[in-house]
């Protein structure tokens, strides 16, 4: 899946260590459409990562899967880039 629009939030880096050693990711909100606008959170990690927060407001091309997971009854979905563009 693909979407064209502009960063409205860029949240901070989490790390952490697992299994298979240490991990990184960020959450990145991109706003898109046109008559009504959306809001997507994507999740980006290793070196997807933005390093420079001052790219809130550039427009952008994210290529992701949807990944859900149930945990306890529950369903949660996650928005996994792996291509985040900046044009």
Request: hydrophobic share 40%.
């Given at each position: 899946?693909?979407?064209?629009?502009?960063?409205?939030?860029?949240?901070?880096?989490?790390?952490g260590q697992g299994k298979?050693?240490?991990?990184?990711?960020?959450?990145?909100?991109?706003?898109?459409?046109?008559?009504?606008?959306?809001?997507?959170?994507?999740?980006?990690?290793?070196?997807?990562?933005?390093?420079?927060?001052?790219?809130?407001?550039?427009?952008?091309?994210?290529?992701?899967?949807?990944?859900?997971?149930?945990?306890?009854g529950r369903w949660f979905?996650?928005?996994?880039?792996?291509?985040?563009?900046?044009?």
């Open positions: 899946m693909e979407v064209t629009g502009k960063i409205a939030h860029i949240l901070p880096t989490v790390e298979n050693g240490p991990w990184k990711k960020q959450q990145v909100v991109v706003e898109y459409g046109d008559k009504y606008p959306k809001m997507a959170c994507f999740t980006l990690w290793g070196d997807l990562i933005l390093e420079d927060e001052g790219l809130a407001g550039e427009t952008v091309e994210v290529s992701f899967d949807l990944e859900s997971r149930e945990n306890n979905t996650d928005a996994k880039a792996w291509k985040f563009k900046v044009l």
